[in-house]
């Protein structure tokens, strides 16, 4: 009698997939390897990738109770600064809040660090508090819908700020109390930032209907954001 042989089924390999959050990481990336090493942005990028993988683990992991939200929140806030980053500075007029980074992105008497923290100071300052509004007219949501999710990444975000300040502190010992460089780490707070930022979202959010008032508002948000950025990144002696 003869016998067919019998070959296993071929298997179709799982591809997972890419999900929105992938795809600003990819941005992210592709800009971190274009971008000089120590350019104020690619300082400023670097941070923020780091930042973004751990929000996606977190996303993957369930660790967020809404995660459609915490997409749209997430995606809404990394566009923002990708659209500045991802632009041709020198052809388009970006936010006020990005200008000081933009221009001393490459000054020698500004460090790491401070243009670590005028970057995030530019995207949490003023870019989270407009991006928590485009995430509510995505989802027909109001901002309290999407406080818990605000809430983790901000979380995540203070997190990774210790250990970002130790990876960019000039030197190996801790800064002396005297070092210009402590007194601008002691006046600016992420915390403060976040809170105010909350505040102004919901701000906004009531404004919406206003428009001649919301936009004068995020104007001189901007404004604001952007003075406090060119304070951070006032040029030290070594």
């Known amino acids: 009698m003869a016998h067919t042989a019998r070959f296993p089924a071929p298997v179709t390999p799982v591809v997972a997939a890419v999900t929105p959050v992938d795809t600003v990481v990819s941005r992210m990336r592709a800009l971190d390897a274009t971008l000089p090493a120590g350019d104020g942005v690619a300082v400023f990028n670097r941070v923020y990738l780091a930042v973004t993988e751990e929000v996606d683990r977190h996303l993957d992991g369930g660790r967020f109770g809404d995660v459609r939200a915490a997409t749209a929140l997430d995606v ?5 600064y990708l659209r500045v980053a991802e632009t041709a500075v020198w052809e388009h007029r970006p936010p006020a809040c ?13 460090r790491p660090l ?6 995030i100071n530019a995207h949490i300052g003023h870019d989270l508090a407009l991006a928590v509004v485009d995430a509510c007219r995505t989802l027909d949501c109001e901002p309290a819908d999407l406080e818990d999710e605000f809430d983790r990444v901000g979380d995540i975000l203070v997190s990774l700020e210790e250990r970002i300040r130790e990876d960019l502190m000039p030197g190996p010992d801790l800064l002396q ?3 210009p460089l402590t007194h601008l780490l002691g006046s600016w707070s992420l915390e403060r930032a976040r809170e ?3 505040s102004t979202a919901r701000a906004l959010w009531a404004l919406r209907r206003l428009p001649d008032l919301a936009g004068d508002f995020a104007e001189r948000l901007d404004a604001a954001v952007g003075f406090a950025g060119r304070m951070l990144l006032t040029p030290l002696p070594d």
């Open 196 to 198: 105010a930022t909350w």
């Open 177 to 179: 109390v005297a070092d």
């Open 98 to 110: 990005w200008r000081p980074l933009l221009s001393f992105r490459r000054h020698p008497g500004v």
């Open 114 to 119: 401070q243009f670590a923290l005028a970057g």
């Open 76 to 80: 809404r806030f990394a566009e923002r």
